[in-house]
Every structure is written in C-alpha cells, then in structure tokens.
C-alpha cells in the first residue's frame, strides 16, 4: 500500500494524508482519525515523499563532492552526515568528478529528487572563470546551495571555509624566524582553496605576484603519490635546486617529503623541515610525527550545517563565515 491508496480508501487528498502522518493541526479531528484507521488497518508506513508532502519539504540534504575516496572530501562528508543525521535529515551523496558539465548533470538530478538544500563539499566546485559557475548561481535561485572549503557570492548561497591564505603565510613566516631561508613549495591543486594557499606563500616569501609563477623553481606543482612525490623532489634536487624546508598543500605531499629526506639521509628538522596541511590522521601516524596546519575541518562542516538549519527556520545567517587555520607543531619543525 502506498499514499496514494490510503487517499483513496479514506476518502481525502494525499496532502491531507501527509498532513496527518506529520501531525499537523490543520485537519479536523474526524478526518483525521478516518485515516489513522485506513493506517492502522493496511498496516502503511510512510516514506520520505509521503512526509515532505505535508511539510513542504523532504527532509534530505543533497550533497555532491568530487571523489569520496579523497582522505580530506571523506572526512567532511562524514561530519556532514553526522550533523545532518543529528538534526533529523537525511543525505543524498553524489560523487561528481571534476568537469562541470558532468557537475551541472548531477546538481539538477539532486534538485529533481526535491531535496531542501544542496552542499557542495571542496573548493575545486568554485571556477575562476565565471560563467563556469553559472548553473550554482541558477541553481541557489530554488534551494539553499552551501559551499564547504570555497566561496561564492549570491543570496541564497553559504559558504563556510578556512582562512587557506593566512594558515599558509603563518607556516612560511614560521619557518623563516626559525632559520629557513631556501623555503620549496609543493602544491597539487588549482581550486579556490589551492590558489589562497599559494597567494599565502608568495605572500610570506615576499615574492611579486606579477612575474609568472613557473620561473620560480620555489613554487613546484605536482601531483602525485607518495612515492611518486618523493622520487619528484629528488629529480628536482639532483637539478640543483637547494632547499632547507618544504611547505606542501596538503598533508599527503609532506609524507612524500619525509621519504624524501629519508632516502637523502637528511635529518628532519635539523636539516630539512617539514609542514603539511590539513591536520589528517597521518600526521601523527607519520615518523617522525608531521608539523601540519589543521584548517578545522570539523568545524567548518558543522557550521555548514547549522547554517542550513538557521536558513531553514527563517533566522538570521551570514553569507559566508571563515575560520582561522592553526598550525598543529610536531617533530618535522623546530619553530
């Protein structure tokens, strides 16, 4: 038995049976008890699209990340489901990739299914180029559209972020009372996140943002494995590019750089020190343990949600809240 037949034998709309099934007042007693009964004797239990009939809203947040298999995007999806499970709703994940048609392809599937709201978890959802961010900006205009890690101007669009730019500029400025002169770079990503990284370090090492960034052998993008980010840095150091301390865009590239010094025989920190981002579980699993900048991951998600539950019930909410990075010290820094 569905809605739609318990309408039927008690004579009423499928509104008026989903108004009862979510105990609203505005049913008459009679009509009410006339369908607890059709209830009662069918034995019908309500689904989701039943409940959202008379509530106007389906309970279920939608949200969409680019690959669940990302230690960083993994973790927000975990505390973004356990917050949103705590405040009653329930949660639709799609794992998109990274080409926006394909993105733009799933937002309006997440938007067919009803939900109240859509989180977008990574700050690789927010283009440089404009126009690329179109269909977010339309797609705000019919339900709540809350960014994780990036930001996006709109009126109907939450972002919740770490301040990338400072927690990378502290790092560097650290590294340099401590000694550090030759401060290498290593970054594998060009999303919102991963530019206020870099303009971080440019920032700290004093370097002027109007040369292009390929002519300086301080600032390496690559992106790769472990392994592989360790055999890079030792082709770049066999060049003979000297370098004292390695900041990296996040906490995989560090490990990288550990097994770099390790097959170098290079003593960390004494020789090389060592600082990653994001504040991950390998941190402190890492030997010796990682000096890494925790970009407060959970709070940030936790924010995001109760946001989304302030827009639901109507208060007031900021547009965008930013939290402060903090660098978490352990065995790879001397600072």
Known sequence: MNIYDVSKKAG?????????INGNSNVSEKTKEKVLKVIEDYGY??????????????????????????????????????DLRSNGYDALLCCTGYEVDV?????????????????????????????KNQYIIDASKKVPIAIVNGALDGNNIYSTLCDDYHGIYDAVTNLKHSGCNNILYLYNSKSYSGIKKLSGYLAAMGIDTKEPIEKNNYVQYFNGNIKETSDYLSSI????????????????????????????????????????????????????????????????????VSTLMGVFSEQEVPLKTVFSAEIIRRETTHF
């Open 45 to 82: 239990t309500p689904n989701a699209f039943a409940r959202g009939l008379g509530l106007n809203s389906m309970k279920t947040i939608g949200i969409m990340c680019a690959d669940s298999s990302d230690p960083f995007l993994a973790s927000a999806i975990y505390y973004i489901e356990r």
């Open 12 to 20: 009423v709309s499928i509104a008026t049976v989903s108004r009862v």
């Open 237 to 304: 150091h066999r060049k003979g590019l000297e370098f004292d301390a390695i900041v990296t865009a996040d906490d995989n590239l560090a490990i990288g750089a550990i097994k770099y010094a390790k097959a170098c025989n290079l003593k960390v920190p004494e020789q090389l020190s060592i600082i990653g981002y994001n504040n991950s579980i390998i941190a402190e699993c890492s030997d010796p343990e990682l000096t890494s900048v925790d970009n407060k991951l959970e709070s940030v998600c936790s924010s995001c």
């Open 103 to 131: 993105r733009e392809k799933y937002l309006d599937l997440l938007l067919s299914k009803r939900t109240d709201a859509i989180i977008l978890v990574g700050s690789n959802f927010i283009e440089t180029c404009k126009e």
